[in-house]
């Protein structure tokens, strides 16, 4: 078990509800303390990570798992960087969602049995591969992109082609995930006693489309004009960054967590 720094600040209460006790100052300050554990949190998690996956090659469960804690770890790393820059920060919350939808597919992975895991691993390798190709049909002539073009192409062909067409035609059809059902009622399914996975996706999403507005008091626009910004204050949005970027903190070291309980490797905690 791992061990990092906290904000005590607002590790129990969201900084939004404590504004009235900040300065646009001690808010500018609250905000750089959660950056510096946010990176600090980054670091050891992605120490631990390199050190069980050097200690144990990788298998196609774990690239699973690695594959996820990567992207989680550049979404994470994203976010940071946009509280960084204090007005980018309203998008952060972009990349929060993006987290928790690779948290859910984490503890649905997790929950499953071994053999499962390794059916699943090729189902989810397999609608990666076909996202690529579908992503990068427009441009696989272009110098940068044909060798990796080519690569993926050659590598479906190692899997079961009817399986392959299978998930094919089920894409073409609809949105398809490999877990089967959507995001909102994975987050259902994956709730536990006493908690709302649902309810907190719904939230997470519905702040990224602007729903939120009126609770943080955000300026209405006016006819013909851009607020870039979007808050009636520097301090409410220096507060608003800090809960942001905290609460992705939280959730990135939940995934890891996740990942670190079914290979083995070191957890990582709030001291």
């Known amino acids: 078990m791992k061990l990092i720094n906290g904000v005590p600040e607002i590790s129990n209460t969201p900084a939004v509800f404590m504004i009235d006790k ?56 994203a976010a940071i960087i946009l509280c960084e820059e204090f007005d980018l920060s309203i998008v952060a919350g972009v990349h929060h969602r993006q987290i928790f939808e690779i948290f859910l597919q984490v503890k649905y992975y997790a929950s499953l049995s071994e053999d499962e895991k390794e059916k699943r691993a090729d189902l989810i390798s397999i609608i990666g591969c076909l996202e690529f190709l579908e992503r990068m049909k427009e441009v696989r002539d272009n110098d940068n992109i044909k060798k990796s073009y080519k690569e993926i192409i050659e590598y479906l062909d190692r899997y079961d082609q009817e399986l392959v067409n299978e998930l094919k035609r089920k894409r073409n059809v609809k949105r398809f995930n490999w877990f089967d059902c959507s995001f909102s009622q994975l987050a259902h399914k ?6 709302d996975l649902r309810g907190a996706y719904q939230i ?68």
Do not use: C
Not at 31 to 50: N, P
Not at 190 to 195: G, H, V
Not at 218 to 246: C, F, H, W
């Open 204 to 271: 997470i999403s519905a702040d990224i489309h602007g729903s939120w507005n009126y609770l943080f008091d955000v300026n209405q626009l006016e006819s013909g004009m851009i607020d870039l910004r979007g808050y009636p204050d520097r301090k409410t949005l220096l507060m608003r960054s800090a809960e942001e970027l905290y609460q992705v903190t939280n959730q990135f070291l939940v995934l890891w967590n996740e990942i670190a309980r079914s290979v083995g490797a070191e957890e990582v905690f709030y001291k």
């Open 190 to 195: 994956m709730s536990e006693e006493n908690e």
């Open 22 to 77: 900040y300065t646009e100052e001690t808010s500018n300050h609250l905000l750089a303390k959660v950056i510096i554990y946010a990176k600090e949190a980054s670091k050891v998690v992605l120490e631990a990570f390199k050190e069980e996956w050097k200690n144990d090659p990788s298998t196609k469960v774990r690239g699973v798992f690695g594959h996820w804690l990567v992207n989680s770890s550049r979404h994470f790393r």
